[in-house]
């Protein structure tokens, strides 16, 4: 199987190779086979797009927010057309499956550039009336914007970082995962073929060295980037020297409170959705499952029944439920975690080591797990393990599980079940994370803005809110009256 691109990068509106640069591969995660060859991208590559990106950006920003929506509408028009081969890509880049990519990968992508178009025709100040005249303000875009994104949505992450940056105005180099290169250089070519003037979306390939040039670069005016929280303080301190903004979109182990008079089967999807998905492989995953104690028995019952019907299997077929793990490192790390779970005295309840697949043996699949009877203090329930490994933990009453859900530097999301209204906004009160479930889990629609709080992150991404975090305010106070000067 190959997915070969036409070269490695994509800049200034065309697909360019390196030639100097260190060569990478992609793998297929289900068989482990190379699909592609990729070289990273060297300085002076970094210097072109530089210089393709800050004459993109005039050309772009002179434009009408009316034009740039009617641009991006066009694009995301073109990425629903292309969903079913975008899905395709994305399966052999990420190992997910293929009724996941088809639904939530690019197609999501698409819901993100069509809700940004439509905000760039609708990008406003504030007027502000003042005894001698009135101030108004411009939200201006900040420049040359750097997206860095992690595996395990590739092209989801692309375009959430490209779509509010470039309905500001700005113009955007986004580096890939090393691990994932490929759906970067479609959304480049989607752009493109949607009328993106040259230079405005640049995809640059390379490694964490490449993340920290762009992090640190003064032509760059702000970095966003998904990754790992020691990543993301690293971007954080490069971007300091330059005074970048930044947006950090980090990781977690979120929280889901089950009460005792919660739909005890909604609960279970929600664990499920919120710690199998994707493989397990997403940052606001529910991987501490916090069960009142007097429900706990049928709520592990009802999961594990569920759990050991999940089809693990060959990615491209439709009828697969759970493909492999990303990479050989992720499988490795993962089944480290199933050792150490058994290790610090968690009982296994289900799964807990790598899967076979027929035909597929070199894959890196392994077998969604579920540990009871575990302690807050085991690695297991406080690291983020970042594959499919949920922990279930029991409590007696509010007080307890919000003391415990928030004992952890991570921030990102929490699920809370019940039937109890006033209950549910209580929690959600309560509980510190930027997003918060209430019976449902793992929702992002665009609408609704994303992100984490404490070390999970600074900023947020979609919704209204993304708007601030691709642009400035510039305030414009105007006189209308004499101003008397003291001396
Ligand atoms: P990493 O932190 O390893 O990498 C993220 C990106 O940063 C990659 O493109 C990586 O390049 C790049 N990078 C690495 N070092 C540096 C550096 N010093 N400066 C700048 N960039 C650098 O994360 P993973 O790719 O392993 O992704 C998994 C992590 O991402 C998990 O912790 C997860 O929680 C988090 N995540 C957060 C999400 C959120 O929205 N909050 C969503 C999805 C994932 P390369 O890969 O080429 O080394």
């Known amino acids: 199987m190959r997915a070969q691109p036409q070269a490695s990068h994509y800049v200034d509106g065309a697909y360019v190779e390196d030639p100097e640069g260190a060569a990478f591969d992609s793998l297929y995660p289900a ?9 990273e991208a060297t300085p002076g590559l970094l210097d072109r797009a530089i210089e393709a990106a800050r004459r993109g950006q005039a050309e772009w920003a002179a434009m009408s927010g009316g034009e740039r929506g009617r641009v991006l509408r066009r694009a995301a028009d073109l990425m629903r057309e292309k969903n079913e081969e975008l899905s395709q890509l994305e ?47 411009r939200h201006e875009p900040l420049g040359i914007c ?22 500001c105005g700005n113009a955007m180099i986004f580096k890939p995962s090393e691990v994932t290169p490929l759906s970067a ?38 970095v966003s980037v998904t990754g790992s929280v020691g990543t993301g303080a690293r971007v954080m301190g490069a971007a300091a020297e330059t005074t970048k903004h930044v947006t950090l979109e980090l990781g977690g182990k979120s929280p889901i409170l089950v009460f005792a008079d919660a739909d005890l089967d909604a609960a279970v999807s929600g664990a499920i959705l919120g710690n199998f998905y994707s493989t397990g492989q997403i940052c606001s995953n529910g991987t501490r499952v916090f069960v009142e104690k007097s429900v706990r028995a049928a709520f592990v019952e009802k999961l594990c029944e569920r759990a050991k019907a999940i089809r693990i299997g060959d990615p491209l077929d439709p009828q697969t439920h759970l493909g492999p793990l990303v990479s050989k490192a992720q499988y490795d790390k993962v089944l480290a975690y199933m050792a150490a779970g058994r290790e610090e005295g968690a009982t ?35 690291e983020e ?10 409590f007696d009453g509010e007080d307890e ?26 929690m959600a009160a309560r509980v510190e994370a930027g997003t918060v479930w209430v019976n449902a889990y793992n929702l992002t629609p665009v609408e609704m803005p994303f992100g984490g709080v404490k ?7 979609n919704g209204r809110e993304a708007l601030s975090h691709y642009s400035q305010v510039k305030s414009v106070y105007v006189a209308t009256g004499p101003e008397e000067a003291p001396y």
């Open 31 to 39: 068989t482990g086979e190379t699909i592609a060859t990729l070289r």
């Open 91 to 137: 399966t052999l880049d990420t190992g997910k499956a293929i009724q996941e990519t088809r639904v939530a990968d690019a197609a999501s992508g698409a819901d993100c550039i069509e809700y940004f178009a439509a905000l760039a025709a609708d990008m406003r100040g504030a007027h502000i009336p003042l005894p001698n005249g009135f101030a108004y303000t």
């Open 146 to 167: 750097a997206g860095i994104g992690a595996w395990n949505y590739p092209i989801q992450i692309a375009s959430w970082k490209s779509a509010p940056a470039l309905a």
């Open 185 to 222: 250089l479609k959304l480049a070519e989607i752009y493109a073929e949607a009328g993106l003037p040259a230079g405005v979306f640049n995809v640059l390939q390379g490694k964490g060295a490449l993340g920290a040039a762009l992090s640190s670069h003064p032509a760059i005016a702000k």
């Open 348 to 382: 296994l309840a289900c799964g807990g080591g790598a899967a076979k697949v027929e035909g597929l043996e070199n894959g890196w699949f392994v077998e969604p797990t579920v540990f009871t009877d575990v302690a807050d203090a085991m690695r297991i329930a406080a």
């Open 385 to 394: 393990i970042f594959g499919p490994v949920m922990c279930v933990l029991d």
């Open 401 to 426: 599980a919000i003391a415990r859900a928030n004992a952890t530097d991570f921030g990102l999301a929490a699920g809370i079940y019940t039937r109890d209204l006033s209950r549910a906004h209580r």
């Open 455 to 461: 070390r999970s992150g600074i900023g947020r991404e």
